[in-house]
C-alpha cells in the first residue's frame, strides 16, 4: 500500500549545501515518522518519472536547497502545477514534477509545497556550511510540523497487558 504522505528531498551530497535536502531526510529518518505513513524518497534530481510517485498521495513536501535567497534562511510554500510542457531537460522543478503529473493522470496533483533551504556554499566535495547547518535544524523543525498536519501519529505501543477477570488494562 502507498504511504498517503511522500516527502521527496532534491539533492546532491558530494555538493556542500546541495546536501540538504539528502540530509534533512536523514534527520526524519531518526525521528522516525511512521513508514506506513509517510515515505521518504531521495533524488539526485527531479525527472518526469517522479510524477509516477505522486499517484495515490494525500500531500507531497518537495525539500531542496536553493541557491537564491530565502527569507529567514528556510521557507514552506505551496506549489501549483506548471503548464505546458515540461522543458526538453533531463531536470525538472517541483512545479513541473506537478504539472507531468496532470498531464499523465488528467486529474489535478495532490497538494504539494516546497521546503527552499538557502545555501551558500555548492562546491564539490565540500561539507555542508555552518549556515546550512543551522538553516537545517530550522527546516527539520519546519518539515515535522507539516508532516503532523497530515500524517497521522504511529499508534502508541501498550505499556500494560489486558486483565480480562478485571475486564480492562491493569
Not at 18 to 38: F, K, N, S, W
Not at 77 to 95: F, V, W
Not at 124 to 150: D, T
Amino acid at each position: 500500500m502507498t504511504p498517503p504522505v511522500l516527502v521527496i528531498a532534491v539533492g546532491n551530497r558530494s555538493r556542500g549545501d546541495d546536501a540538504l535536502g539528502p540530509c534533512l531526510l536523514d534527520a526524519l529518518r531518526e525521528t522516525g515518522p511512521d513508514a506506513a505513513q509517510v515515505e521518504l524518497i531521495e533524488e539526485f534530481q527531479l525527472q518526469v518519472e517522479q510524477a509516477l510517485d505522486l499517484v495515490g498521495r494525500r500531500a507531497v513536501l518537495f525539500v531542496d536547497a536553493s541557491r537564491a535567497p530565502v527569507e529567514g534562511g528556510v521557507a514552506l510554500t505551496p506549489l501549483a502545477p506548471q503548464a505546458g510542457h515540461p522543458p526538453a531537460s533531463h531536470t525538472l522543478a517541483p512545479a513541473a514534477v506537478l504539472g507531468v503529473y496532470a498531464q499523465v493522470q488528467r486529474e489535478p496533483p495532490p497538494p504539494a509545497w516546497l521546503l527552499a533551504i538557502e545555501g551558500s556554499a555548492f562546491g564539490l566535495g565540500e561539507g555542508l556550511s555552518a549556515a546550512a547547518a543551522r538553516r537545517l535544524a530550522q527546516a527539520q523543525a519546519l518539515a515535522l510540523r507539516w508532516l503532523a498536519q497530515f500524517s497521522p501519529p504511529a499508534p502508541a505501543a501498550a505499556t500494560a497487558r489486558p486483565d480480562p477477570a478485571a475486564g480492562g488494562v491493569r
